[in-house]
Each structure stands twice: as structure tokens, then as C-alpha cells.
């Protein structure tokens, strides 16, 4: 026998009022051990993260339509909808997605878990490549007091991240609290050999900085691996670069002598190609991650993968052995 009842929600957003209806029902425990937990995350790597931990047992949706920028990006009102029925909410943090606190207000009284993936991680200061030192070498120095939320690009950090979701699905559904962790396990794995072959392939190159002609994106990357980046402006891919800056990274790249700048697949590469042009070398891609475009989800291209076209990449733009 079933029984049901009836909670509304009454939200604002915007200055308008939308009720959200909830109806609850008790089912025998057979039907509750097979319902799916209901998991929402705001980019990309999370909804990876999230599937390989819970595989049959999650349904995890990604709140970026495909070829969306995450930075440039705000919800609707549908995704609030989307958020308030979420078992587990999974988002960066406020430095990523200023938008989620009213997000976050649709889950206000549910029993829903919210995943904040860079909670205990110390951010790195936002840096945007400024002024050259003495004999033309450039300096990094802090933007406006910004901070860094690109901490997907760091594996190492990715461990930590997968090691939350799996304890929010236990807390859920605590008897498959093994699975979730055999799961978590088998993807840091590969994590753990990719970051490796990340440290072995990049040990011995020619050059050992990433030139950007665009956004501050892999500055946790580059300190992983013990780069440097020089981007032409900081976290935000629709900041606009002075003359002065475009004239600073084209000279460092004549300067360094490199063959390739470098810009992120889902940015406008009209920048990188000015410098590239001007400096007379050519670009390179290196994907940011966090989102894919249509046809990527339609070839059902992984984060890994992705990560496998970076180290490609940059072994060529870095001129590394072999």
C-alpha cells in the first residue's frame, strides 16, 4: 500500500515567485532500493566524476548545455527546476559559480546533499601575466584579488573531489557504500596513471612555458607539473587585453623562441590567432574541460580523453622528448 502527500516550495528569483509542488511516496523497500539517486553538477569532469562512481545506480545531469562557456554562462528558471528535485547538487564553488547560491535555494528543504568540489582546497590566487622583469622575462602578479577555480585540471585534486562524491552517495544510500568506493577507487586509478604519464612526458622539454593567447585556465596544471603559463588576460575568457598586453605576450613568445601559443577549445581563438600571426608561429589546442560541444557528447568523448589530447598537445607546443 502507498501513501503520498504534498509539500510545496515558494521560491524567488528575479522578483518573481514560482511554487514547486513535491509529492512524496511510500513504496515498499524493494521499490526504493531501485530508484536511481537524482544527481545534478554544473560542469562537465563532475558529471563524469559522478557517473563513474555510481554507474546504474546514479542519474547524473549536467546543467551546461553542450558548447556553453562555464564562465559566461547563468541559469534559468528551468534549472532551478532541475536543481530542487537533485538527491546531490554538485558545483566547484562560489569562485566558479557566483550564480549557485540561488541555486542553492531550491534545495532548501529537502533532504538533498550539496557537493562543493574545491571546499578544503586552497585556491590559487587569479594571476594575469602584467609586466617583463629585467632581460624580458615576464612576471605573474595577483588580479584584483580573484581567485583560481580551475582545480579540475589538477588530477591530484580530482582524487579528493571523487573521494566527496562517493561519501554523498553513501550518506544517500548507504547500503551500496562498497560499490561507491570500489567504483571511486577504479577511476582514481586511471587518474593516478595519467597524472604520471603527465609528470614523465612533460620532465624534459625545450620550453617549460605555456603561452596563452587567452584566459588564465591551467595555472593548477602548470604547477602540477612544474610549468609556467603566461596568459594574455586572467580568469575571465571574456576579458578584453590592452594593446600594451598584446605587445608583452607576443615579444615573451619571440623572446622564448616557441613554435606554437596556445588557446582553449569553447573561447573565441580570435586573440591566440592575432599573437600567433604577429609572432609569425602557430596555435595550438588545449581544452579547458569543463564542457563539451554537441558533437563531443555525441561521440561520447571523456574527460580522460580530453586530458590525453592536452599532454599531446603541450609535448608538442613545449618541444618535450620523447
Not at 35 to 50: C, D, H, N, W, Y
Not at 163 to 192: F, H, M, V
Not at 243 to 264: C, H, M, Q, S, Y
Not at 271 to 297: F, W
Amino acid at each position: 500500500m502507498k501513501r503520498r502527500y504534498v509539500r510545496l516550495f515558494l521560491l524567488q528569483w528575479g522578483g518573481v515567485f514560482f511554487v514547486f509542488q513535491s509529492i512524496y511516496l511510500w513504496t515498499c523497500p524493494f521499490a526504493q532500493a531501485q530508484a536511481k539517486i537524482k544527481v545534478v553538477t554544473t560542469l562537465f569532469p563532475l558529471q563524469e566524476f559522478s557517473k563513474a562512481v555510481g554507474g546504474e545506480k546514479v542519474q547524473a545531469d549536467l546543467l551546461l548545455p553542450p558548447g556553453a562557456e562555464a564562465h559566461a554562462w547563468e541559469p534559468k528558471v528551468s534549472d532551478l527546476g532541475k536543481v530542487h528535485k537533485a538527491d546531490v547538487f554538485i558545483y566547484i564553488g562560489p569562485a566558479m559559480e557566483p550564480w549557485a547560491h540561488d541555486l542553492l535555494k531550491a534545495l532548501k528543504g529537502k533532504e538533498s546533499k550539496v557537493v562543493e568540489a574545491s571546499a578544503g582546497v586552497q585556491l590559487l590566487e587569479a594571476r594575469d601575466f602584467d609586466h617583463p622583469k629585467e632581460g624580458g622575462h615576464s612576471q605573474n602578479h595577483p588580479r584584483d584579488g580573484a581567485l583560481d577555480p580551475h582545480v579540475w585540471l589538477d588530477f591530484s585534486l580530482d582524487l579528493k573531489i571523487i573521494d566527496a562524491i562517493a561519501a554523498a552517495y553513501t550518506e544517500k544510500d548507504p547500503g551500496n557504500a562498497s560499490q561507491y568506493r570500489t567504483r571511486a577507487r577504479a577511476y582514481q586509478s586511471r587518474l593516478e596513471a595519467l597524472d604520471q604519464k603527465y609528470q614523465s612526458s612533460l620532465a624534459r622539454c625545450r620550453h617549460r612555458r605555456i603561452i596563452l593567447g587567452g584566459h588564465s585556465a591551467f595555472a593548477y596544471l602548470a604547477k602540477r607539473y612544474g610549468l609556467q603559463q603566461l596568459a594574455l588576460y586572467g580568469v575571465s575568457p571574456n576579458a578584453e587585453p590592452t594593446p600594451k598586453k598584446l605587445t608583452e605576450v607576443i615579444n615573451a613568445a619571440r623572446n622564448d623562441g616557441v613554435k606554437f601559443i596556445f588557446f582553449e577549445e569553447l573561447v573565441n581563438p580570435k586573440m591566440a590567432q592575432v599573437l600567433a600571426k604577429e609572432a609569425g608561429i602557430q596555435t595550438l589546442v588545449l581544452h579547458g574541460g569543463a564542457n563539451l560541444t554537441r558533437e563531443q557528447i555525441e561521440k561520447k568523448v571523456t574527460f580522460l580523453e580530453l586530458m590525453e589530447k592536452n599532454l599531446e598537445n603541450l609535448r608538442k607546443g613545449l618541444e618535450c622528448e620523447p
